[in-house]
């Protein structure tokens, strides 16, 4: 019997990030320690649902995580990167702080950073080019 076996090819989830800006500073989250990418610090955000733009997804994310509202600004990056069981597209945005009180739903810790600070943070891969983008918008 001759059977047809085809490799799998990994998931690819479609993720938002926002970069959420506050007073001339930064949101950087780190994950919990027992998740995917645990420890590392990233950019909150999340998986885009079904029939959600990117910018719908952000905003529901953004409150679920972190109890806040925020305006989506402008695009600063894509990424794509390879974790071996799946893979992530990354859409990183400008964020502007609406309103709410900061509260961890989904990270062990949070820190307001300038721009240039984030190099003192380890971050998970696929939010580094997001970093690039946002040093080089600042530097102009």
Known sequence: MLRSVMASQPQVIQVVAGVIEKSGRYLLAQRPAGASQGNLWEFPGGKVERGETPAQALARELHEELAITTRTGD?????????????IHLK???????????????????VWVT?????????????LPIVEALLQRERG
């Open 92 to 110: 990183g945005y400008l964020s502007h702080w609406q309103a709410g009180e900061l509260a961890l739903h989904s990270h062990q810790d949070a």
């Open 75 to 87: 695009w600063l990056a894509d990424s794509v990167f390879d974790y071996g069981d799946k893979v």
């Open 115 to 127: 721009a240039d600070e984030m190099a003192r943070y380890t971050l998970c891969p696929a939010d």
